[in-house]
């Protein structure tokens, strides 16, 4: 937790004209989130008494998909990209009255991890910035240190070849005290060949008043930004290489690591088992003991401790798996509750239900739970036997201990410990199967 109060702003306005997408940069998808998700992410981890996101191209795409993550942050709007230091200068309003450290970070770049946030939060220096040892510093700017700290930050098209053999690059993620950011950030001007408000100008400004301005350093996989669709793919892969990793670090058994896709927030306990290909979307909790089983698809659900899933199984939001429960193969619960022990072999949909301990529900067993306007609840009482090819028309409820006959349609609530049958009379017509083939026969040999 930081010392002192921290607020975050996160940058997000940019186009992204390199992704080759309408789409805004921000929102194309990195661990089954938007990309801005991971700063908001981050920034969480800092308990920031506020969160201010910059948005721009597409703000009202990007909002919506920042009040799902968080509610709670506040939306400004930077109406034309004139650089980093006026995208920042768009939050002041949010800042008013806030004493205490801003954080600048960018929605484009996903890995800072929070011992480096709390590194930059707790520095004692006025204004402190990220940055990092460059395998290939390329065009990146360089940062200046001596020992009386950061000097200043040269561009690339700036530097000359002294310069440019520095390995030390600027990330772009700052700290600096409220007050100061307040003060000169409207000091910034954009006379360059650019003509854009630069950011990392406030270090020269800073170090003219006299205060105080450093380096935090990071590995560079930290710093890694996302321009292009190949640099996602990229970003994806060490994404999903470091969640296994830390899966396995964890007690989770991954039989076959490399094919099981973690979300962003995907929690699971040790001693949790997981098979091959298993997609984990956003949202998904699995207690430990439990097993998910190959070719599963799991998203916005819970599972207790000691349930099975799958193989070949969709788990969709509102999933609740009790303890012990078993789901089989090709089936697919939404919106449902399954108590302690519930049984759900194959080949059957539970949507908007509720399905008490112990039951077990037939193959190809449907809740009928939508009308095409409204959606409407099935509840299952406490060791029901649901017959295969049950349709259970909501809303309908089918008591304690009570059984339903295989085939039947139930329309009308069954009372507890009752056998209810909804088929159609079964009529046989001797010799009538004979003669409709010979028939069907006649007629396809007739063209």
Known sequence: MAETSVAVVVLAAGQGSRMQSDMPKVLHRLGGVPLVGHALAAARSLEPEQVIVVAGHGAEAVERAVRKLEPEARIV??????????????????LEGFEGKVIVLYGDTPF?????????SGHPADLVVLGFEAEDPGRYGRLVVSGKGLERIVEYKDADAAIRRIALCNSGVMALDAALLRQLIVRLTNENAAGEYYLTDLVELARAEGCRTDVVTCDEEETLGINTRA???????????????????????????????????TFIGRDAIIGANVVFGPGVTVESGAEILPFCHLEGCHVSAGATVGPFARLRPGAELGGDVHVGNFVEIKNAVLDEGVKVGHLTYLG???????????????????????????????????????????????????????????TRDVEDGALAIGRARQDNKPGLGIRLMQALRLRKEQG
């Open 77 to 94: 709007l930077q109406r034309d990209q004139l650089g980093t230091g006026h995208a920042v200068r768009q939050a002041l309003p949010g």
């Open 231 to 265: 640099e996602l793919a990229a970003a994806e892969a060490a994404f999903q290489a470091r969640a296994r990793r830390a899966a396995l670090e964890n007690g989770v058994t991954l039989t076959d690591p490399g094919t099981v896709w973690f979300s962003l927030d």
């Open 112 to 120: 800072i991890g929070e011992e480096t946030l709390s590194a930059l």
């Open 352 to 410: 908007d239900a509720h399905v008490g301990e112990h039951a077990n529900i037939g193959a190809g067993t449907v809740t009928c739970n939508y009308d095409g306007v409204m959606k409407h609840r099935t509840e299952i009482g406490a060791r029901a036997f649901i017959g295969s090819d049950t349709m259970l028309v909501a809303p309908v409820r089918v008591g304690a201990q009570a059984v339903t006959g295989s085939g039947s349609v139930i």
